[in-house]
């Protein structure tokens, strides 16, 4: 057996104890599919990302999940970016990424921020039942704010926001992730958003957690980066506008019910009606590790 190196970052957090969890490998010689597969399954975190070399862009950067792989994931890009900067691996202010979803631009500051420019925002409407859907996160369809609209949303995987009316409604929630395949019939492997207005803090614009999608093999992401992505572009069409040419931005909270908070920033800007999404946070390293192979 050989033995293959991975590092540990916890993402949107400055400790080691909270945030979203990320193993990063950065691939020396190529493995096929099913071995990262299954590497991701030991490790067993949400999502591990593999780093390799490529000709035309940057870097190409897969996400695995324990038991599928995933097109996109935020967190883990940006643990991967950040692993690239620790390492030495590049200095460069600005990067391109190769993913599944496409490419995705990076930008790095003079501290050493890393920006994720994100695609740009489609959405979609819910059309199946909300009572059925209200019962696969073990809560009242009476719950959900009819105010706002159940849509998917994606800038480069799919999710759903499900927009709730109380903050104190997400600790009895308890996701059934292997019924969402049923419920979410224009896109059975989405994910399930549900958001807020309320916070816990009064920095904080939004609130929400995140439910797995059904062929993952994980329940919960702690706190998640391309889905604060879409929470925030469905912030500005359906809650507070802005105008083209302006921007803003704000930080979303995550993660307190698994007891792993953390807190993303989200950038927004409109160019000639076109929304651009950005999201940044902190990235903690945790520690060097290996596993036989």
């Not at 803090?201 to 929400?208: C, H, I, R």
Request: glycine fraction near 6%; hydrophobic fraction near 35%; include cysteine.
């Amino acid at each position: 057996m050989n033995s293959l190196d991975w590092t540990h970052y916890q993402v949107f957090t400055t400790t080691k104890d909270k945030g979203n969890p990320a193993a990063v490998i950065n691939l020396l010689k190529p493995l096929a599919t099913k071995e990262q597969q299954a590497i991701a399954k030991k490790i067993n975190f949400n999502e591990t990302i593999f780093i390799s070399k490529n000709s035309t862009v940057d870097f190409s950067f897969r996400f695995f999940a324990p038991e599928s792989e995933m097109d996109f994931c935020g967190h883990a890009l940006l643990a991967g970016v950040r692993y690239l900067l620790d390492e030495k691996i590049t200095d460069k202010s600005s990067l391109n990424i190769e993913t599944k979803a496409g490419i995705v631009p990076i930008s790095i500051d003079s501290v050493g921020k890393i920006t994720m420019y994100q695609h740009p925002p489609i959405f979609q409407k819910f059309e199946s039942s909300i009572e059925e859907l209200a019962n696969v996160m073990n809560i009242s369809a009476d719950d959900i704010d009819s105010t706002y609209p159940i849509c998917y949303g994606s800038t480069g995987t799919w999710t759903l926001i499900v927009p709730i009316k109380k903050i104190e409604t997400f600790k009895k929630m308890i996701p059934q992730n292997k019924e969402f395949i049923h419920i979410l019939k224009d896109f059975p492997n989405a994910s399930i958003h549900p958001i807020c207005l309320e916070t816990k803090t009064k920095e904080a614009l939004m609130y929400s957690r995140h439910f797995s999608g059904a062929l993952t093999g994980s329940v919960e992401d702690s706190v998640t980066g391309s889905a604060s992505g879409v929470m925030g572009a469905y912030y500005e069409k359906y809650v507070a506008p802005i105008q083209s040419g302006e921007t803003t931005s704000f930080l979303v909270e995550q993660g307190y019910e698994v007891k792993k908070e953390g807190f993303v920033q989200v950038q927004l800007k409109k160019d000639n009606e076109q929304l651009h999404v950005s999201i940044s946070g902190d990235i903690t390293f945790v520690s060097k590790n290996n596993i036989l192979i």
